[in-house]
Structures are given as structure tokens and as C-alpha cells.
Antibody, heavy 120, light 110 residues
Framework: EVQLGESGGGLVQPGGSLRLSCAASGFTFDTYGMNWVRQAPGKGLEWVSYITSRSSSIYYADSVKGRFTVSRDNAKNSLYLQMNSLRAEDTAVYHC?????????????WGQGTLVTVSS | QSVLTQPPSVSAAPGQKVAISCSGSSSNIGSNFVSWYQQLPGTAPKLLIYENNKRPSGIPDRFSGSKSGTSATLGITGLQTGDEADYYCGTWDTSLSAGVFGGGTKLTVL
């Protein structure tokens, strides 16, 4: 059974940093690309970042480019999101999602998410 | 404001059918496959449709997808109260080199 579990969320002051983790199990992690998607309270989904299976290609939403860094450790079956210079508008539940095989952005499995709150 | 445009809400009676539209441009829907996601209240999103019209295993054939030009549509037939959820379309935008979602559509089964 595919399982994705996020951790590392919490309350942080504006300008601060936080590192999110996503632990994967139930599939061969190093053969799948991975995404981060966030959802602000009461709002819709916003794609944040995508990293290929071997980290050869990485993409970011303009809203986080230069502040967030995605990485992965295939030996640990883990995905990470380093978030710096956090702003109030970064407040959201952050989900990791597996990129399914096929064409287009196919997010076939999602974690339950971890809440990040940016506030003073 | 989302790159893809969806109606904020749709509603229909149990047993009826509904269509949810998703409008984009040549750089996203017009040149890439579309996926659809269902988010039940308080849960993580779930993949419903991928590559415009394919259903993952376990998704009933009451759910269907189509694409024409720069628009896509999610169809749901035989509506059930358990279908009440938010529905999102998503794809890749080639110009932005970024994933994009619609703003979401809240389905109410009256």
C-alpha cells in the first residue's frame, strides 16, 4: 500500500524558516517523481514544486522560487521542502504527492498534509 | 487567481448528472493532458481522472473526463450524496514550466 506522511509543520514567524519532510513507503521511491502542493485555509490547491526521480530536474511555482528548495534522499525514501523567508501568505497545509506514470501532471497518491502557519 | 478557470459551485439532485468545466489556454490544457481530483471534506485530494479521460483503478465509471481545445470537462452521472466534494482540474503549463490547478468547484447534491 502506497503511503505518504508529511511532518515538520508548525508555527513560524515571518521571515523564518522551516523544513518539511515526506516519508514514503509501499512503492519504489527512486523511480517516481514527487510534488509538493499546498492549500491555504479555505482555499484551493496550489502546486508548489516538482522533483524528478533522480533529482535531475526541479521546478517551482513563481510564488516560492528563490525561497523554497525541494530535495530528496532516495536511500531514505524521503522528500523534503526547505522553506526560507516565510511570509504570511505561505500559511497552508502542505501535501506531498507522488507523480504517477503517464503524461501531464498526474498526482496519483497524496499525503494528509502538514500545517504551516506563518504569523507573529 | 488560478490559471485554470472552474465554476465555483454546481449542484444537482441525487441520481442526476453534472458537468464541471475547466478552461485554460494553449500553454496548459491546449498542449498537455488534464487530471481531475476529488477532495472530500477534511481529506486529502484523490485522483479521479488522468490523461483527460482515464480512470485509475477503483474509480467508478460514473466519473468521466473529456477535453476539447483549451477546455476540459468532468462528468458525473448517477449523483450520490457521497459525491459532495470539491473538484479540481490540473495540468502542466509549458510556458510557466509549472503545475497549475483550477480554483476548484464545490459540488452539492441536493
Amino acid at each position: 500500500e502506497v503511503q505518504l506522511g508529511e511532518s515538520g509543520g508548525g508555527l513560524v514567524q515571518p521571515g523564518g524558516s522551516l523544513r518539511l519532510s515526506c516519508a514514503a513507503s509501499g512503492f519504489t521511491f527512486d523511480t517516481y517523481g514527487m510534488n509538493w502542493v499546498r492549500q491555504a485555509p479555505g482555499k484551493g490547491l496550489e502546486w508548489v514544486s516538482y522533483i524528478t526521480s533522480r533529482s535531475s530536474s526541479i521546478y517551482y511555482a513563481d510564488s516560492v522560487k528563490g525561497r523554497f528548495t525541494v530535495s530528496r534522499d532516495n536511500a531514505k525514501n524521503s522528500l523534503y521542502l526547505q522553506m526560507n523567508s516565510l511570509r504570511a501568505e505561505d500559511t497552508a497545509v502542505y501535501h506531498c504527492a507522488r507523480e504517477g506514470y503517464g503524461s501531464g501532471r498526474i498526482l496519483d497518491y497524496w499525503g494528509q498534509g502538514t500545517l504551516v502557519t506563518v504569523s507573529s | 487567481q488560478s490559471v485554470l478557470t472552474q465554476p465555483p459551485s454546481v449542484s444537482a439532485a441525487p441520481g442526476q448528472k453534472v458537468a464541471i468545466s475547466c478552461s485554460g489556454s494553449s500553454s496548459n490544457i491546449g498542449s498537455n493532458f488534464v487530471s481531475w481530483y476529488q477532495q472530500l471534506p477534511g481529506t486529502a485530494p484523490k485522483l479521479l481522472i488522468y490523461e483527460n479521460n482515464k480512470r485509475p483503478s477503483g474509480i467508478p465509471d460514473r466519473f468521466s473526463g473529456s477535453k476539447s481545445g483549451t477546455s476540459a470537462t468532468l462528468g458525473i452521472t448517477g449523483l450520490q450524496t457521497g459525491d459532495e466534494a470539491d473538484y479540481y482540474c490540473g495540468t502542466w503549463d509549458t510556458s510557466l514550466s509549472a503545475g497549475v490547478f483550477g480554483g476548484g468547484t464545490k459540488l452539492t447534491v441536493l
